[in-house]
């Protein structure tokens, strides 16, 4: 594979980079938008990223926190973005949209695009997948997705779940049983609200396992949630962004 | 899960990060993942100054035990030096905004 940080078009014109990862075979691969978790766009989410090349997509993690720190560390950049008050949400959608748009255009790509988010960008893959033309949504452990009235802010002004009935593919949704955020209620909610609206989805509750089971340089790390949940997700991209047989 | 929290306090301060020493005026302090410390959520300060670029940062992450340890810690040597010194501290002015800005 070949793996490289690039430049890319971001919200309203703005220039951002990313890390792109392809499969070096000649061929029309399914894509991936990797969306990452609050601490920013670190090594675990770029090793994500290099995980769907080695599966045979061609997988794109724009930096949302690239214009607070243009090349500086992620931690720096994350450290600003939540002093800032977090990644807007506009903003968020833009930088999701012109990845995508850079993966369709890539010249090897089979027109589809899938979106997957972790933590924080577990709630921005959902909203993600209410505003931007994408044919696949994994969202995991996204916190916040069910937000009350004082969870809002300027920046985040309305709650993803309050969006369910524009979701533009079907969700994956993969949580731990032992979250607080989202919690047992709030996975509930979201799953009725997917049914509520006639979504398809599949909502997976992991036992033995909270937020960030994925998360293979923390303590949250749960080898067995994380190994079932890859198949999950392989399989639910798999399943719709193959390139359909003529 | 995220907290998304944080907490900014204004400081008249200076700290020593990568590039020597620097003003500060800003401490962000909130509960959430740490960057680097293998706990899943620990309280985090970010010591910075405004204008200053992203490596000016300076970053402490504590456990919850060793976090309470800090700051009993900080009042206690406060409490202590001003009684030796005569300071008082309540009779500074901390600067609703940065001198430099």
Redesign the interface.
């Known amino acids: 594979m070949k793996a490289e940080t690039v430049m890319l078009t971001g919200h309203d014109g703005g220039e951002i980079n990313g890390y792109f990862a392809r499969p070096l075979a000649p061929g029309e691969y399914p894509g991936v938008v990797v969306i990452h978790h609050n601490p920013g766009y670190d090594a675990a989410t770029k090793e994500i990223t290099r995980r769907f090349a080695a599966n045979g997509y061609i997988a794109l993690c724009p930096n949302l926190h690239y214009r607070e720190a243009p090349g500086g560390n992620p931690d720096d950049a994350s450290a600003i973005m939540r002093a800032n008050g977090g990644v807007p949400d506009e903003r968020c959608v833009g930088d999701a949209a012109g990845a995508a748009a850079y993966l369709r255009d890539s010249g090897v790509s089979n027109g589809k695009v899938g979106v997957i988010g972790f933590c924080s960008g577990g709630r921005q893959a959902y909203l993600i997948g209410a505003k931007v033309n994408v044919e696949a949504i994994v969202s995991c452990y996204g916190g916040n997705i069910v937000a009350g009235p004082d969870a809002l802010t300027e920046r985040m002004p309305v709650a993803p779940i309050d969006m369910t009935a524009d979701l533009r593919a079907p969700l994956l949704g993969l949580y731990g049983a032992d979250d607080k955020n989202p919690g047992p209620e709030a996975v509930e909610r979201i799953k009725a609200e997917l049914d509520k609206h006639g979504k398809e989805h599949e909502v997976i509750v992991f036992q033995d396992a909270g937020h960030g089971f994925f998360a293979t340089d923390r303590p949250s790390y749960r080898p067995a949630a994380a190994v079932a949940g890859w198949q999950h997700v392989m399989r639910w991209f798999g399943k719709h962004l193959a390139t359909k047989s003529h | 899960?995220?907290t998304?929290m944080?907490t900014?306090v204004r400081l008249h301060a200076a700290g020593r990060g990568r590039e020597g020493w620097t003003p500060i005026d800003?401490a962000?302090v909130?509960y959430?993942?740490p960057?680097?410390l293998?706990?899943?959520h620990s309280l985090n300060i970010?010591l910075?100054r405004s204008g200053g670029?992203?490596?000016e940062?300076i970053?402490l992450e504590l456990s919850g035990a060793s976090a309470a340890a800090l700051a009993h810690a900080i009042l206690a040597a406060l409490a202590a030096g001003e009684q030796m010194t005569g300071d008082d501290h309540t009779r500074e002015r901390v600067p609703d905004r940065p001198s430099h800005e």
């Open positions: 899960m995220c998304h944080n900014p800003t962000n909130y959430d993942h960057f680097h293998a706990r899943e970010d910075t670029g992203p490596q940062r970053g």
